[in-house]
């Protein structure tokens, strides 16, 4: 497997890529839709939705209302939405909920993830695979933690 840098250090590059270089890894992204990129993307924005609405669930039944709950949490790390609103909710911690290596994987699922939006970059393939599938493992797990049935919708 490839070794992927760091997040900053893809990051330092890009931003002293040329335009030309620029141009060609976005048209990249653009031309590929079906990409791992776009699987880690679209993965990592089920979880943050997700987790969020949990979260603004709970704050409802402590009383505040939808648009407040969610102006409050909209724009909090969705790592610690996670930890600290919806495993609380279900009387849980990140560590007994998810697998241990899917909840390692996930801050570094939402790095990559926003390098690949901010930046219109491109990461090798194994990496963005093995970070989807860990932040779909954990996507699943919030919908089961909420009781929601693949098969079926509320």
């Given amino acids: 497997m490839l070794e992927q840098p760091l997040p900053d250090e893809l990051k330092d590059l890009y931003v002293k890529a040329t335009l030309s270089q620029r141009y060609q890894l976005a048209k990249?992204?653009?031309?590929?839709?079906?990409?791992?990129?776009?699987r880690l993307v679209n993965s990592?924005?089920?979880?943050?939705?997700?987790a969020r609405a949990?979260?603004?669930?709970?704050?409802?039944r402590r009383g505040e209302t939808v648009l407040t709950a969610y102006r409050r949490l909209r724009l909090f790390d969705p790592v610690a939405i996670i930890k600290n609103d919806v495993c609380t909710m279900y009387k849980t911690t990140p560590e007994k909920a998810f697998d241990r290596g899917d909840w390692e994987q996930l801050?570094?699922?939402?790095?990559?993830?926003?390098?690949?939006?901010h930046e219109a970059t491109l990461l090798n393939a194994e990496t963005c695979?093995?970070?989807?599938?860990?932040?779909?493992n954990v996507f699943e797990r919030l919908a089961e933690m909420a009781g929601v049935n693949a098969?079926?919708?509320?």
């Fill in 151 to 154: 098969n079926q919708v509320r």
């Fill in 107 to 117: 801050p570094k699922a939402f790095e990559y993830r926003n390098l690949l939006v």
């Fill in 54 to 60: 949990a979260a603004v669930q709970a704050a409802v």
């Fill in 28 to 38: 990249g992204r653009i031309e590929g839709p079906d990409s791992e990129a776009d």
């Fill in 44 to 50: 990592v924005a089920a979880v943050e939705g997700f």
């Fill in 129 to 136: 695979k093995t970070l989807a599938t860990a932040a779909q």
